[in-house]
């Protein structure tokens, strides 16, 4: 099942559905026309807006009201414009400002008009097919490990936080949404930080022992297994042994339905997933150029799944 057409309903830069709305030409933020509410998500509404000076065309995030009185959401708020401003990289929406203006908080990005993943998902009401879900994954992992190569871990990987679309006829996917990126401290987070999705989240994380970068990886093999199998992770994040055998039954699900998975996409989950950190991919740039060379097909998978699964 191909990645496209499109579902009608599009997301923007910032997570929600779109919801396509004229405003008013005012002036709100500084420099920026809001022209249209096109999303809305957990703490935050998403606006298109055309630049004053120049009329390019922007994205911009509005904390909502109600936590304009928090400290800790504003703060937080903030420093997910801070990271976008300071991040530079073709698969991650680029932040080009951020701020206040009284009490009302700010984010200014590109405006990248797409589908999530999500949407994807739910538009075609299962699974997408293995080469665009390993398309997405390649160019996400290469996003991560730009993150991590500064410090940064992003803590909530998941397809409601992957953009996707068509640019020159390729598919180009984004990463989304960075309000839970944190910086690591001599590679790692300190325990208790368990910000995040819980049924994405890798066991360690869940059960806020402290993690490193392959937490994110745990992450995005959970989000390879829920594209390919059309099946949410379990919800159980700290028993390791319950999301493995949900994973399991997820392969055998898919490959009732689909006509099976790959030995090499089988192969990916169960790496990225296990439960010893140890075990999964340890960096990323290794993830991307396992998954590259099969996409080139150059490498090929027999019975390394299986093997996988005997040495749990």
């Not at 509404?45 to 390019?56: I, L, N, Q, R, Y």
């Not at 001599?186 to 360690?204: C, R, V």
């Not at 379990?234 to 493995?244: G, Q």
Request: proline residues 5%; contains cysteine.
């Amino acid at each position: 099942m191909a990645a496209q057409p499109k579902p009608k309903g599009v997301k923007s830069s910032g997570g929600g559905v779109r919801l396509a709305k004229p405003l008013p030409k005012v002036e709100v933020i500084p420099g920026h026309i809001l022209t249209e509410k096109i999303a809305t998500g957990g703490c935050a509404t998403v606006f298109k807006a055309t630049e004053t000076s120049g009329g390019g065309v922007r994205a911009i995030k509005i904390l909502f009201p109600r936590y304009a009185d928090k400290p800790q959401w504003v703060h937080r708020f903030l420093n997910e414009g801070k990271i976008l401003t300071e991040l530079s990289h073709a698969h991650i929406v680029k932040g080009y400002g951020y701020g206040t203006v009284g009490v009302m908080a700010y984010l200014i990005m590109e405006y990248f008009p797409g589908s999530s993943v999500q949407e994807l998902m739910e538009f075609w009401g299962g699974a997408l097919s293995e080469k665009p879900a390993l398309t997405v994954l390649v160019q996400i992992a290469r996003a991560l490990d730009y993150m991590h190569s500064r410090g940064l871990i992003h803590r909530d990987i998941k397809p409601g936080n992957v953009l996707v679309n068509d640019v020159n006829d390729k598919q180009v996917a984004k990463l989304c949404d960075l309000g839970l990126a944190a910086e690591m401290i001599g590679g790692k987070l300190p325990k208790h930080m368990t910000a995040g999705t819980p049924i994405y989240m890798a066991p360690e994380q869940a059960r806020g022992e402290g993690m490193d970068a392959r937490a994110d990886i745990y992450a995005l093999g959970g989000t390879l297994f829920h594209m390919v199998t059309g099946v949410i992770p379990v919800n159980d994040p700290t028993n390791p042994d319950v999301r493995r055998k949900a994973v399991i039954e997820g392969i055998k699900y898919a490959e009732k339905r689909y006509a099976g998975l790959s030995n090499a996409v089988q192969y990916y989950i169960l790496r990225c997933l296990a439960k010893d950190p140890g075990k999964r991919f340890s960096k990323m740039t290794h993830l991307v150029k396992e998954v590259q060379m099969y996409l080139d097909g150059v490498r090929t998978f027999t019975n390394e799944a299986r093997e996988l699964l005997q040495g749990e």
